[in-house]
């Protein structure tokens, strides 16, 4: 019985943690020979590693993946925050005059207006 080839573009020699693995597994599939193992390893110990990694190079020469935590970062505290009473109901009070029903609406343009404001009068400063 014939193996099928091997797909030679999974070949990443210097994979070093769960930030090159998308876990798709298809690397476990195409190795006849056992050498490809999921093994446990912790979130703090994988970032504070600064190897160069096969997909992405070196943690501290990515400035766009520090943005990123720190996107995903406010994201959750200003989810936090949007769940309180406070926030609920000061959104209800704005909604009720505009006639909606629900405070989503209210609360969507918010969240873009929170994210391009910010933005928008840095520029300003800049000029």
């Known amino acids: 019985m014939n193996d099928p080839p091997l797909p030679r573009h999974l070949a990443q020699p210097r994979k070093r943690g769960n930030l090159d ?68 109901a000061w959104l209800r009070e704005i909604s009720m005059p505009l006639g909606l029903a629900t405070d989503r609406l209210v609360a969507f343009v918010g969240t873009i207006l929170a994210a391009i404001v910010p933005r928008a009068s840095a520029g300003m400063e800049r000029r």
């Open 21 to 88: 693995c998308t876990f798709c597994i298809d690397c476990a599939h195409a190795c006849p020979h056992d050498n490809v193992a999921l093994v446990d390893r912790r979130t703090i110990e994988d970032l504070a590693d600064d190897a160069p990694r096969s997909n992405i190079g070196r943690i501290s020469n990515r400035v766009d993946l520090a943005m990123l935590a720190g996107v995903l970062v406010f994201g959750a505290f200003a989810n936090a925050i949007g769940m309180t009473e406070p926030v609920t």
